[in-house]
């Protein structure tokens, strides 16, 4: 059957003054490969269609060979971007299934960890979102940033993008000499440059044009299609797992003071050294989302701060990672924890032996990409790359 | 927070046999539900106040089938395929998951999926999900507006995730291995 | 320069003329590709630094001065590519009708007093149509690629450029209006003297109209925040995707010498062309009347002086469209319509009116501080290069004072009081005399 005769599809019955669109998979703002079918009327968009599975790697079959120690640079590889954050997804979940639990010194390490991966994954969506709409500088602004902390990294565990540091026990390895040192100038040389991103960005006039009043997502829809994170706080919905998730995973950000980022009142928290939110911005839409990233950052890095005396201040070791065959009790466990792009979740189901039965990512920009597809009915081809990049999706960890 | 004997009580006074039965001394308390009354069942967890089960976050898909004769031996349990729904509420955060048990082949045809009513009507985010549970598992959702694969190319032969699948020789002239 | 050739080589005069005119299309040419090249090497440097990195520094040394170069052998190495579903004879003929257009316009340029290829009355009017022909160009591409992309980035320009031309023209109009010629030449050397002369200082309105100008320039030549034709975050690269190779580098430096063009524009019709903002050169007294300045070897260098100055005031209007490319983030095409109608139009048209108005109404400007006027009542003026009364050629003739002018070569010395006299009559202070005299 003919694609133009599937009445399911967003090419049916195409009109001849209508044109059918491909925006990818090989295209410079789809984050990946996500092929966009677009189908418009001149440069209105009429129907949009995601189609994902371009990087589709077989991870979850995969895992059902592997220990879970080994699947670690599996999950490395769906978010890449924020490997440490996908590394304690799944270091959580064994963790829950065995109910082991990481010594306190372990604990704060990967908090310090997560959110600096946090800080570096938000740095380049909002790169790339400028880039996307045409402001080319800010993009190397922000990768200069996190070229710091790719080399924080570095001398942590080696690698720049693929860690696989925080792995089900504990950590591979403790922080080296001096690290803490390197960790804190790293930060107060951040703080400065973020008004920089603000001038560039956020309060200029052009990128407020482009992203205000665009792709407006209701807090209810948002909720309804399963969409998480900075999407759903940008909506104006008060949802944060550091906060409101399991006591697993939030007992992690036990005495850790920060503020969920997200709209009340017209306001967002601490917000006051910040541009106020424009006029024409409506609650959803691609600016507040931006926005809520850009002050995540800032969060981000008072964790990070936090982390770091409690780091140094706690004493023990960081965990001992548990070995190959380690044989997992049967059971099952599912745990969500609050990553840069939403909540990733892992599902590990165990028949007994030390290779899982069931291994299942629920990836967060999974539904956030589904969501386009409302999102770009009725808007301007030029809009599309603007929504896409603000729902800030990593196709590595959509497709798995 | 999860599942708790209250609710399941409610859960069966309302529904009745629907709810076949509940798992709660696990470290992820389960419900299980029959897939006739699924629909209803969630419908009631999302709206009834006090429960507002408004987000979906994860529907996976578990083949229990062993290929080895001698584990299936020993097996506690014949083949069969689980979908487990994960849920839970942006109002009351608690969490949920419910579980739906279905032969693998439908009447034991073998290469008849087996059915499941689709929640996309309850959740949107269900439609995703349930398209990548029938794509990888092999599970048809009745009453899904667009069911076609999403992770494997359109063409795609066969249910990978399954225990007993078989890549193909050869797609479109490439040899696999 | 013909007549040179047929009275010096005894040349038959239409090979005289031909060979004048390529001689003056070499040039021209040769300044073209030279510009793009520099320009080219200047945009990844200056980007470069704005984005906190060095760009090219290993091709020729530490600055990378060959990277230009380099790039153009690579490019003229590439294979040939049209695309299967590409209108073969149009996706060729797209980069020179483009490519050409760019630089026929600059055949009405001057460079200094004198030293244009082809010297017209109608020099705005030439160019400005010429300039609009680089949109077919543009859309023979976009059609011919044979591709979606390309035809939105084609359409997005057509729809850009032809809009933008209407505030262009209108803000180029107003110094037409202000000097009463469309010969650049003698708009330019209406400027001659101290950096109040310019017209840019005329009047507030003339100021707002640069800034209009200097909008509509920079979406005329489809530079950021205007890129959209070449969105290269949308459209790949818009309506340039398919070519490659020479093809695509004859567009691009197109784009270079349409930048420039426009800048060389502005600075004759706003900034005073080769006039400085200091009148160096009539200190010096090496002013001569028009014309007669390139047979002096001092002349000559004074316009030479001139032609440098010309050339990098254009150069500093060229970076500073760089600037803005890599500060700014790109509009919409609905947006840059709004802007073209609702905004652009509107304000030039107000402009249009108030820059008349204040010419009209004689009202006092910067430009009545420190006068050009040819020698008459009231003291001499310093001029860059040329004698004042020889200045604006035909047009100083008609002036009331023309018959009390000075001999030709008698140009020079004191400021005339500074002003201190208070608004001079003079052929540029808005008596309407001076105006229906200066009008051709």
């Avoid at chain 3, 030479?304 to 010309?310: D, H, M, T």
């Avoid at chain 3, 009545?368 to 040819?374: A, E």
Wanted: aromatic share 10%.
């Amino acid at each position: 059957m003919s694609i133009i005769n599937d009445p399911r599809v967003v090419e049916f019955n195409i009109r001849t003054d209508e044109m059918l669109i491909n925006m990818g998979p090989q295209h410079p703002s789809t984050h990946g490969v996500l092929r966009l079918v677009l189908r418009t009327d001149g440069e209105v968009v009429l129907g949009a269609a995601p189609h994902i599975g371009y990087l589709h790697r077989c991870a979850e079959k995969i895992g059902e060979n592997l220990a879970p120690r080994q699947w670690v640079p599996y999950t490395d590889r769906m978010d890449y971007l924020a490997s440490m954050n996908m590394n304690l997804g799944w270091a959580l979940v064994v963790e829950k299934l065995l109910q082991l639990e990481v010594p306190e010194k372990g604990r704060h390490l990967r908090v310090l960890v997560a959110e600096l991966n946090r800080i570096a994954s938000h740095l380049v969506a909002m790169g790339t979102y400028g880039l996307d709409l045409g402001s080319f500088t800010p993009f190397l602004y922000a990768f200069r940033e996190r070229e710091k902390i790719l080399d924080l990294f570095e001398q942590v565990c080696g690698a720049r993008l693929t860690y696989s540091y925080i792995v089900p026990g504990g950590v591979t390895g403790d922080l080296p000499q001096g690290w803490l040192q390197n960790c804190a100038q790293f930060l107060q040389e951040l703080e400065p440059v973020v008004d920089d991103y603000h001038a560039l960005l956020t309060s200029n006039a052009i990128f407020i044009k482009r992203t205000a009043g665009v792709g407006v997502l209701p807090g209810e829809m948002a909720v309804n299609y399963g969409c998480t994170g900075p999407v759903l706080r940008g909506s104006g919905i008060d949802q944060d797992l550091r906060r409101d998730g399991e006591p697993w995973y939030t007992s992690l950000y036990d005495g850790y003071q920060f503020a969920v980022i997200v709209q009340k009142e017209g306001h967002y928290p601490q917000d006051h050294d910040y541009p106020a939110v424009p006029a024409e911005a409506v609650l959803g839409d691609c600016w507040h989302r931006f926005y809520v990233r850009m002050l995540e950052v800032v969060q981000s890095m008072d964790i990070v701060r936090q982390a770091l005396d409690k780091y140094a201040a706690a004493a023990g070791d960081c965990g001992t990672p548990i070995k190959l065959n380690h044989k997992l009790p049967p059971g099952e466990a599912y745990l969500e924890t609050e990553a840069p792009k939403g909540q990733m979740g892992f599902y590990l189901v165990t028949d007994g032996s030390a290779i899982p039965w069931r291994v299942r990512a629920r990836s967060s920009c999974f539904a956030n990409v589904s969501v386009t597809s409302e999102l770009c009915r009725g808007c301007l081809l030029a809009d599309v790359p603007a929504i896409v990049g603000s729902l800030d999706i990593v196709l590595g960890e959509i497709d798995r | 927070m999860v599942a708790d004997a209250t609710l399941v009580d409610r859960l069966r006074h309302r529904f009745g046999d629907h709810i076949v039965s509940a798992e709660l001394e696990t470290i992820d308390p389960w419900v299980e539900v029959a897939p006739e009354g699924l629909v209803d069942i969630c419908r009631y967890l999302r709206d009834e106040p006090g429960l507002q089960y408004d987000m979906l976050n994860c529907i996976s898909g578990v083949d229990y089938l062993h290929t080895d004769p001698k584990k299936a031996a020993q097996a506690a349990w014949q083949p069969h395929l689980v979908v487990v729904y994960h849920l839970s509420s942006t109002i009351t955060r608690q969490r949920l998951v419910l579980k739906v048990t279905t032969s693998r082949w439908r009447q034991d045809v073998a290469g008849e999926l087996p059915e499941v009513p689709s929640v996309s009507g309850v959740w949107r985010g269900a439609d995703w999900h349930e398209r990548e549970v029938y794509d990888l598992m092999g599970v048809r959702f009745t009453g899904h507006p667009d069911l076609r694969r999403i992770l494997c190319p359109e063409d795609w032969i066969g249910h990978p995730l399954r225990k007993d699948y078989q890549p193909p020789e050869y797609y479109h002239g490439i040899r696999d291995h | 320069m013909a007549e040179f050739l047929v009275h010096t080589l005894s040349l038959p005069a239409p090979l005289a003329y031909l060979l004048a005119a390529l001689i003056h299309c070499g040039f021209i040419l040769g300044l073209v590709a030279a510009g793009a090249v520099v320009f080219i090497w200047a945009e990844r440097k200056v980007s470069g630094r704005i984005q906190d990195r060095l760009g090219p520094t290993r091709t020729g040394g530490k600055f990378g001065w060959l990277q230009s170069p380099a790039d153009g052998i690579k490019v003229l190495a590439k294979e040939d590519l049209i695309p299967r579903a590409a209108d073969r004879l149009l996706f060729r003929a797209a980069p020179y009708v483009s490519f050409s257009s760019s630089f026929t316009a600059y055949l009405a340029l001057p460079f200094a007093d004198g030293w244009v290829a082809f010297d017209t009355n109608v020099a705005v009017f030439f160019i400005l149509a010429v300039l609009g022909l680089e949109v077919f160009g543009v859309i023979l591409a976009g059609y011919a690629s044979g591709s979606k992309w390309s035809l939105f980035g084609a359409m997005r320009e057509a729809a850009q450029v032809v809009s933008y031309e209407v505030p262009l023209g209108i803000c180029v109009v107003i110094p037409v209006l202000l000097t009463g010629t469309m010969n650049l030449t003698t708009i330019a050397n209406m400027q001659a003297g101290w950096c109040s002369n310019w017209l840019i200082f005329h009047d507030p309105f003339t100021f707002a109209v640069f800034w209009i100008y200097a909008t509509c320039a920079l979406a005329s030549v489809n530079r950021a925040p205007f890129d959209l034709a070449e969105a290269e975050s949308e459209l790949v690269a818009g309506f340039m995707t398919e070519y490659s190779g020479m093809r695509w580098s004859l567009f691009f430096m197109a784009e270079y010498s349409s930048m420039l063009l426009v800048s060389c524009l502005a600075v004759i019709l706003f900034f005073g062309g080769w006039h400085g903002p200091i009148p160096v050169f009539d200190w010096l007294g090496w002013a001569y009347p028009g014309g007669a300045s390139s047979w002096q070897l001092t002349g000559f260098l004074a316009n030479l002086a001139g032609c440098v100055n010309f050339i990098t005031k254009a150069v500093i209007g060229v970076t500073v469209m760089l600037w803005i490319r890599w500060t700014l983030p790109r509009l919409r095409i609905d947006q840059v319509m709004t802007m073209c109608l609702k905004y652009c139009v509107p304000l030039a048209a107000i402009c249009f009116i108030g820059a008349l108005w204040w010419q009209v109404a004689g009202w006092w400007s910067p430009n009545h501080w420190l006068p050009l006027r040819p020698d008459g009542p009231g003291g001499m003026r310093e001029t860059w290069v040329v004698a004042p009364e020889a200045a604006c050629g035909e047009v100083a003739r008609r002036l009331p004072w023309a018959d009390s002018a000075p001999p030709h070569g008698a140009a020079r010395r004191t400021l005339p009081g500074c002003g201190l006299a208070g608004p001079p009559a003079g052929w540029r202070t808005g008596s309407p005399a001076a105006a229906r005299g200066g009008v051709q």
